[in-house]
C-alpha cells in the first residue's frame, strides 16, 4: 500500500498568525487593559494589606483587653486569696485558744472528780465514824413497838410501863436503872415506838432473851400491852434493838434474803423478839 503523508502548512499561515500576535502586542488599546489590570491588582493589595493591618490592631486590642481582665481577675483572686488566708489565720488561732480552753476544763474537770472522789471517801469515814457513835449511842438501848398511847403521857408513865414489863418477864428493873425514856414523835395517830436507854448493855441484852422467852413459853398469849399494865387491852407488843437507820436497813434486807431459801439463815441480836 503506498505511503500518504500529511499535507504540510502553509507558510503563508505562519507568518499570517505571527504578525497577528505582534500587532495585537503593540495595539493601544491592549496596553490600556493591561494597565487596568495591573492598577486594579495594586489596589486590591493595598486593601488586603489594610485589611491585614486592621485585622492585626483588632487581635492586638482583643489580647490587650483579655491581659487586662485576666490581670483584674487576677488581681481579685489574689485578694480573695489573701482574705481566705487571713480568715484561715483567725480561724487557727481560734482553734488553739479552744483547745488551750479545753485542756484547761479537762484539767479542771480532772481536779474536780479528783476531789469529788476525795469528798467520797471523807464523807464515806464521816459516816461510819457517825454509825460507831449512834451505836455506841444506843448500845444500851431499846425499842418497844405498837404500845398503846396514855392520854397526857408522862415520862413517869412511860417508865411505869417498863417496870410493870420487867415484872411480868422476870427481870427486875427500876427507876434508877432507867436512864431515860421518850415517844418518838410523829405527824399520824398510830402508837409510834418508845424508846428505852437502860443503865447497861447486860441489862439491855437480859431484857431482850428474857422478852424471847416470854414469848416461847407463852406462845398463845405472847407480849401485848396488858403486860405493860394496861388492863383489859391485848395490843401486841413488840421489842428490838434501837438501831441506826443503816443498821436498821440492813437488817430489813437480811430479814428478805432470809425467805430465800438459797440463803443461810441469819443471827442479829438485832432481832425482834415477838
Excluded at 13 to 29: I, N, V, Y
Excluded at 57 to 73: R, Y
Excluded at 79 to 87: G, H, P, V, Y
Excluded at 145 to 172: A, Y
Amino acid at each position: 500500500m503506498p505511503l500518504q503523508r500529511s499535507p504540510q502548512k502553509s507558510p503563508t499561515t505562519k507568518s499570517t498568525s505571527g504578525g497577528s500576535k505582534e500587532k495585537r502586542d503593540s495595539s493601544p488599546a491592549y496596553a490600556s487593559d493591561t494597565n487596568d489590570r495591573i492598577r486594579k491588582r495594586k489596589r486590591s493589595d493595598d486593601s488586603f494589606k489594610s485589611e491585614l493591618s486592621e485585622f492585626k490592631e483588632e487581635i492586638k486590642q482583643m489580647l490587650t483587653n483579655w491581659k487586662f481582665e485576666q490581670a483584674k481577675e487576677l488581681k481579685n483572686i489574689t485578694n480573695s486569696l489573701n482574705d481566705i488566708q487571713k480568715t484561715n489565720i483567725e480561724i487557727e488561732k481560734s482553734l488553739n485558744a479552744i483547745a488551750i480552753e479545753q485542756e484547761e476544763l479537762k484539767l479542771r474537770i480532772n481536779n474536780i472528780d479528783h476531789e469529788c472522789k476525795e469528798n467520797r471517801a471523807y464523807i464515806l469515814v464521816l459516816e461510819e465514824k457517825i454509825e460507831d457513835l449512834q451505836r455506841d449511842a444506843r448500845s444500851t438501848t431499846i425499842e418497844l413497838k405498837n404500845v398503846p398511847k396514855l392520854s397526857n403521857e408522862t415520862k413517869e408513865d412511860l417508865s411505869g410501863l417498863v417496870q410493870k414489863l420487867s415484872e411480868s418477864i422476870n427481870i427486875k428493873i427500876g427507876p434508877t436503872d432507867i436512864r431515860n425514856i421518850f415517844r418518838i414523835h410523829g405527824k399520824n395517830d398510830t402508837n409510834k415506838p418508845i424508846i428505852v436507854e437502860l443503865s447497861s448493855t447486860t441489862l439491855k441484852q437480859n431484857m431482850l432473851k428474857g422478852i424471847k422467852s416470854f414469848n416461847i413459853k407463852n406462845s398463845k398469849n405472847k407480849l401485848n400491852a396488858s403486860h405493860l399494865g394496861l388492863k383489859d387491852n391485848s395490843t401486841p407488843v413488840f421489842t428490838a434493838e434501837y438501831l441506826t437507820p443503816k443498821a436498821n436497813r440492813l437488817y430489813f434486807l437480811a430479814r428478805d434474803l432470809h425467805n430465800i431459801p438459797s440463803i443461810v439463815a441469819l443471827g442479829t441480836s438485832a432481832a425482834m423478839s415477838w
